[in-house]
C-alpha cells in the first residue's frame, strides 16, 4: 500500500518562500504523474501543480504560475514543490497525491489517489 507524506509548511510573510516536501513509500509511485493540491478552509481541494514521470511536463494552476515550481527525484522517491512570493491567499492546507487514473484532466482531483495528510501553509500579510 502507498503512502505519501508531505513536510515543509508553515508560517511565513508575504512575499517570502516555503518549500514543500512528498515523500513516497510503499509502491512505485516514480512512473506517476504526482500533484500538488491545495484546500483553504471553507474552499474546496484546487489543483496547483503537476509533474510527469520523467519531468518533461509540467503543470500549473494559473494564479500560481510563475511563482510555484514542481519537481521530483525519483531516486529518492520525492516531489517537491517550490512556493515563492508567497500571498496570503495561498494559506491553505497542502497535499500531494498520484495520478491513478487518466478519465479527467490531470488538473482533477478524481483522477489521483494516495493522498498525503496534508502540510499547513500560512501566509501573513
Known amino acids: 500500500q502507498g503512502q505519501l507524506v508531505e513536510s515543509g509548511g508553515g508560517l511565513v510573510q508575504a512575499g517570502g518562500s516555503l518549500r514543500l516536501s512528498c515523500a513516497a513509500s510503499?509502491?512505485?509511485?516514480?512512473?506517476?504523474?504526482m500533484g500538488w493540491f491545495r484546500q483553504a478552509t471553507g474552499k474546496d481541494r484546487e489543483f496547483v501543480a503537476a509533474?510527469?514521470?520523467?519531468?518533461?511536463?509540467?503543470y500549473y494552476a494559473d494564479r500560481v504560475q510563475g511563482r510555484f515550481t514542481i519537481s521530483r527525484d525519483n531516486s529518492k522517491n520525492m516531489v517537491y514543490l517550490q512556493m515563492d512570493s508567497l500571498q496570503p491567499e495561498d494559506t491553505a492546507v497542502y497535499y500531494c497525491?498520484?495520478?491513478?487514473?487518466?478519465?479527467?484532466?490531470?488538473?482533477?482531483?478524481?483522477?489521483?489517489?494516495?493522498w498525503g495528510q496534508g502540510t499547513q501553509v500560512t501566509v501573513s500579510s
Open positions: 497525491a498520484a495520478r491513478v487514473s487518466q478519465i479527467a484532466s490531470i488538473t482533477q482531483s478524481m483522477v489521483y489517489a494516495y
Open positions: 510503499g509502491r512505485t509511485f516514480s512512473t506517476d504523474v
Open positions: 509533474i510527469t514521470w520523467n519531468a518533461d511536463r509540467l
